[in-house]
């Protein structure tokens, strides 16, 4: 398999904005499915937003309004705009791909938000 690198995470006030990116390398044709996931301490790992790659996107319902996920083609990289950042948004955050022999996990970057 590949290899998937987030960056982008970093500290910010409630408010503010978040761009994450995941840069994908070996695999690019074979991801049917690109996921955002996040874990908080003490929680369980959750889905926060993915993309299809016929480009259907589904969002867990607390950052719906807030999160969009999309892909630069040319880079090969996906990205997370998280706006209007909330407090509870504070977690490590995951990008996955799902191909047809399974799921690859990034190593996760730190997003904290401060109230």
């Known amino acids: 398999q590949g290899q998937l690198v987030e960056s982008g995470g970093g500290s910010m006030q409630a408010g503010g904005s978040l761009r994450l990116s995941c840069a994908a390398s070996?695999?690019?044709?074979?991801?049917?499915?690109m996921g955002w996931y996040r874990q908080a301490p003490g929680k369980q790992r959750e889905l926060v937003a993915s993309?299809?790659?016929?480009?259907?996107?589904v969002y867990a319902d607390n950052v719906r309004d807030r999160f969009a996920i999309s892909r630069d083609n040319k880079k090969n990289t996906w990205h997370l705009q998280m706006n209007s950042l909330k407090s509870e948004d504070t977690a490590v955050y995951y990008c996955?791909?799902?191909?047809?022999?399974?799921?690859?996990w990034g190593p996760g970057t730190q997003v904290t938000v401060s109230s």
């Open positions: 996955a791909s799902t191909t047809d022999w399974g799921k690859n």
């Open positions: 993309m299809h790659v016929s480009g259907n996107k």
């Open positions: 070996g695999y690019i044709h074979s991801i049917n499915v």
